[in-house]
């Protein structure tokens, strides 16, 4: 996840004198990687990225947090300054009413306030300016506020209007099948079912929980009481939700990662200040704070060894101290162990070697030296399927085809056209495209379907493919085969058992299966590939070249309509063992011109030698294959 990040938002959490290029430079070698740096004006932007199991660092002040004991690493001084979690919760109270009713499996922290007096009008310049400043459009004060809580914290919040909650009653669920909602952006949702839902007293669903909140209790112009609404949900029903409807927003992508529950009630302090001081509005209700099961800090070891193992440095008590305790963790380090006792906003933290992450990261990668290892190095045997199909494509590059990639999976309708038997290929679930239903059991649907999105390009097309196919098994996993497909516009027969024979010969195999679908549109070989390097052989068996010249021949037979070539000339060349060679010259019409080689390795061959053998070639064609010599 990328977020940006200005200078100035920073620097209200951070206190140092580093610039903008060290803060760059020392943050993306030990910590969130700093993409890039632009101005906007006077402000410099830093454009962060955070790996998916940092949520503590998704925010600005999670940024600070790292920098403050990363600077320090480099000389730097560093200290974090308001820090949201010494803030102490107010003590509110009214006499407006919320009826709440929560399921702690799926809602492990709920919090919530009534704001009565409220005006929605625009923001200060300097909250939109933050706001958009972080890639986020300014509202009105209200949504705004909610926005800069999870922009600063990483805390997503939520905003209700409270006189559209009927019967001021909100009860927090499990969606049922088929229900539908309205979210704020005016898309209305099938739910799969099992979402986390929040409905009011009359049975309305008004929030799609950590995803958007519906239409029906938006903040309006006109509002003048307000629900502050912050909470954490169970990261597996968000994720899920948010993919099923794949409606993707910046609170799930948090909410989904497991934030922080001891984070809620801090950024709710501070969200009950920005609401007083930019809204006008005051508390009218108690604070709603439903929180089950508080999160207990827990302890993980590592032995030290592994830690100088790993690391391949040792390091002293004193700086394992200093690493861990700047990342927030409490320590203690023996010669045996370091014990950290993981803070909440660190739950990442949950066996040894994350220690020693956290360790190495910021003793830098960089000063850990280099040293090759004590052992030979593995033996690593290579996979021969990968080479002979690098080998296969690589000749058919070289003889003039094109290689196309198409997707594992085919629509419906090419299926239909394939096999009207359905049931022997694998039906997709859940398809994301009607283009992408069935796992294709050839290669042919998707080879014929490239070649009449090319023809508009170029009318001669010779492509191939080379990947997988998917043969069914009842129940059972598909078989993964290796499948080579060729193809040509028009009927290219005789090119297509020329290229089966020079595949078949460079594998060294004989009598492999291979089918060659043709027509006067276009020509598919199809050959597993399997099978073929099943049966390769690569060894190749030297034999001298002859002492005695060859002598060649011409035939040119008149063929019947339609008859294979190939077949043809293997007959012909196991005739006799005189016969060295029979390759086809010429085509014209239905003439076939074969150019016939003759050679002995005993002698050189007289015409009292060939002429048997040239009576025996035109009586097997014309006996075999009804060719007749031309005159």
Same mark, same amino acid.
């Given at each position: 996840?990328?977020?940006?990040?200005?200078?100035? *938002?920073?620097?209200?959490?951070?206190?140092?004198?580093?610039?903008?290029?060290?803060?760059?430079?020392?943050?993306?070698?030990?910590?969130?990687?700093?993409?890039?740096?632009?101005?906007?004006?006077?402000?410099?932007?830093?454009?962060?990225?955070?790996?998916?199991?940092?949520?503590?660092?998704?925010?600005?002040?999670?940024?600070?947090?790292?920098?403050?004991?990363?600077?320090?690493?480099?000389?730097?001084?560093?200290?974090?300054?308001?820090?949201?979690?010494?803030?102490?919760?107010?003590?509110?109270?009214?006499?407006?009413?919320?009826?709440?009713?929560?399921?702690?499996?799926?809602?492990?922290?709920?919090?919530?306030?009534?704001?009565?007096?409220?005006?929605?009008?625009?923001?200060?310049? *300097?909250?939109?300016?933050?706001?958009?400043?972080?890639?986020?459009?300014?509202?009105?004060?209200?949504?705004?506020?909610?926005?800069?809580?999870?922009?600063?914290?990483?805390?997503?919040?939520?905003?209700?209007?409270?006189?559209?909650?009927?019967?001021?009653?909100?009860?927090?669920?499990?969606?049922?099948?088929?229900?539908?909602?309205?979210?704020?952006?005016?898309?209305?949702?099938?739910?799969?079912?099992?979402?986390?839902?929040?409905?009011?007293?009359?049975?309305?669903?008004?929030?799609?929980?950590?995803?958007?909140?519906?239409?029906?209790?938006?903040?309006?112009?006109?509002?003048?009481?307000?629900?502050?609404?912050?909470?954490?949900?169970?990261?597996?029903?968000?994720?899920? @939700?948010?993919?099923?409807?794949?409606?993707?927003?910046?609170?799930?992508?948090?909410?989904?990662?497991?934030?922080?529950?001891?984070?809620?009630?801090?950024?709710?302090?501070?969200?009950?200040?920005?609401?007083?001081?930019? @809204?006008?509005?005051?508390?009218?209700?108690?604070?709603?704070?439903?929180?089950?099961?508080?999160?207990?800090?827990?302890?993980?070891?590592?032995?030290?060894?592994?830690?100088?193992?790993?690391?391949?440095?040792?390091?002293?008590?004193?700086?394992?101290?200093?690493?861990?305790?700047?990342?927030?963790?409490?320590?203690?380090?023996?010669?045996?162990?370091?014990?950290?006792?993981?803070?909440?906003?660190?739950?990442?933290?949950?066996?040894?070697?994350?220690?020693?992450?956290?360790?190495?990261?910021?003793?830098? +990668?960089?000063?850990?030296?280099?040293?090759?290892?004590?052992?030979?190095?593995?033996?690593?045997?290579?996979?021969?399927?990968?080479?002979?199909?690098?080998?296969?494509?690589?000749?058919?590059?070289? *003889?003039?085809?094109?290689?196309?990639?198409? +997707?594992?999976?085919?629509?419906?309708?090419?299926?239909?056209? =394939?096999?009207?038997?359905?049931?022997?290929?694998?039906?997709?679930?859940?398809?994301?495209?009607?283009? *992408?239903?069935?796992?294709?059991?050839?290669?042919?649907?998707?080879?014929?379907?490239?070649?009449?999105?090319?023809?508009?390009?170029?009318?001669?097309?010779?492509?191939?493919?080379?990947?997988?196919?998917?043969?069914?098994?009842?129940?059972?996993?598909?078989?993964?085969?290796?499948?080579?497909?060729?193809?040509?516009?028009?009927?290219? +027969?005789?090119?297509?058992?020329?290229?089966?024979?020079?595949?078949?010969?460079?594998?060294?195999?004989?009598?492999?299966?291979?089918?060659?679908?043709?027509?006067?549109?276009?020509?598919?070989?199809?050959?597993?590939?399997?099978?073929?390097?099943?049966?390769?052989?690569?060894?190749?068996?030297?034999?001298?070249?002859?002492? +005695?010249?060859?002598?060649?021949?011409?035939?040119? =037979?008149?063929?019947?309509?339609?008859?294979?070539?190939?077949?043809?000339?293997?007959?012909?060349?196991?005739?006799?063992?005189?016969?060295?060679?029979?390759?086809?010259?010429? @085509?014209?019409?239905? @003439?076939?011109?074969?150019?016939?080689?003759?050679?002995?390795?005993?002698?050189?061959?007289?015409?009292?030698?060939?002429?048997?053998?040239?009576?025996?070639?035109?009586?097997?064609?014309?006996?075999?294959?009804?060719?007749?010599?031309?005159?």
């Amino acid at each position: 996840m990328n977020i940006l990040v200005p200078d100035s *938002w920073l620097r209200e959490y951070l206190k140092t004198k580093a610039t903008p290029k060290q803060l760059k430079e020392y943050l993306s070698l030990c910590g969130p990687s700093i993409e890039r740096i632009h101005t906007e004006g006077k402000e410099t932007i830093y454009d962060v990225e955070v790996t998916s199991n940092r949520p503590d660092s998704m925010s600005i002040f999670g940024i600070a947090r790292e920098a403050a004991a990363i600077l320090p690493r480099f000389g730097i001084a560093a200290k974090l300054k308001n820090d949201p979690y010494l803030l102490k919760a107010p003590r509110v109270l009214g006499n407006k009413k919320l009826s709440i009713t929560t399921d702690f499996s799926l809602n492990p922290r709920w919090t919530s306030v009534v704001i009565d007096n409220v005006t929605v009008e625009n923001s200060p310049v *300097w909250l939109k300016k933050k706001l958009e400043q972080t890639g986020i459009r300014a509202l009105n004060n209200v949504i705004d506020i909610t926005n800069y809580l999870m922009r600063s914290y990483g805390q997503p919040a939520h905003a209700f209007d409270y006189d559209e909650i009927k019967g001021q009653t909100m009860i927090l669920r499990a969606a049922k099948k088929g229900e539908t909602i309205t979210t704020l952006d005016g898309k209305t949702h099938i739910l799969p079912g099992g979402d986390i839902v929040i409905e009011d007293g009359s049975g309305r669903l008004i929030d799609l929980c950590g995803i958007m909140g519906a239409r029906n209790s938006s903040i309006q112009a006109s509002t003048k009481t307000v629900v502050l609404f912050l909470q954490t949900y169970d990261p597996a029903h968000i994720r899920k @939700t948010s993919m099923e409807l794949a409606h993707r927003t910046e609170a799930a992508t948090l909410f989904e990662k497991d934030i922080d529950s001891e984070l809620v009630l801090p950024a709710m302090t501070r969200g009950i200040e920005l609401m007083k001081e930019l @809204t006008g509005g005051k508390v009218a209700s108690k604070l709603y704070d439903l929180y089950q099961h508080p999160f207990k800090p827990y302890t993980v070891c590592v032995k030290r060894q592994k830690a100088d193992d790993y690391i391949g440095n040792y390091l002293s008590d004193k700086e394992i101290k200093d690493i861990l305790i700047s990342l927030g963790f409490a320590t203690q380090v023996s010669a045996e162990a370091i014990s950290v006792t993981v803070p909440s906003f660190r739950r990442d933290i949950t066996i040894d070697v994350d220690i020693i992450e956290e360790l190495a990261r910021i003793y830098g +990668y960089h000063n850990i030296v280099p040293t090759l290892p004590d052992t030979a190095p593995p033996m690593t045997t290579p996979d021969k399927s990968l080479s002979w199909e690098e080998e296969l494509k690589i000749r058919l590059r070289d *003889w003039g085809y094109t290689e196309t990639y198409t +997707y594992s999976m085919i629509s419906e309708n090419l299926m239909d056209q =394939f096999s009207p038997d359905k049931t022997k290929a694998y039906k997709i679930t859940n398809p994301l495209s009607s283009e *992408w239903v069935y796992m294709r059991p050839s290669l042919v649907p998707s080879i014929e379907e490239a070649l009449k999105q090319n023809l508009s390009f170029k009318k001669d097309l010779k492509l191939f493919e080379l990947s997988m196919v998917y043969e069914y098994r009842s129940r059972d996993l598909p078989l993964e085969k290796s499948q080579l497909i060729v193809a040509w516009t028009g009927n290219q +027969y005789v090119q297509a058992s020329g290229l089966r024979d020079a595949i078949f010969g460079l594998f060294g195999a004989t009598n492999q299966p291979a089918q060659i679908l043709f027509s006067s549109v276009r020509t598919i070989l199809v050959i597993d590939v399997d099978g073929l390097i099943q049966n390769a052989k690569p060894t190749k068996h030297y034999q001298p070249p002859p002492k +005695y010249p060859p002598v060649y021949e011409d035939f040119t =037979f008149v063929m019947p309509p339609r008859t294979a070539i190939g077949p043809m000339m293997e007959a012909l060349k196991s005739v006799s063992l005189l016969i060295a060679d029979v390759s086809l010259l010429d @085509t014209y019409e239905d @003439t076939r011109t074969l150019h016939v080689t003759y050679q002995s390795r005993e002698k050189n061959l007289t015409d009292e030698d060939i002429r048997p053998v040239h009576e025996k070639l035109i009586k097997t064609a014309s006996d075999m294959f009804s060719a007749n010599i031309k005159a």
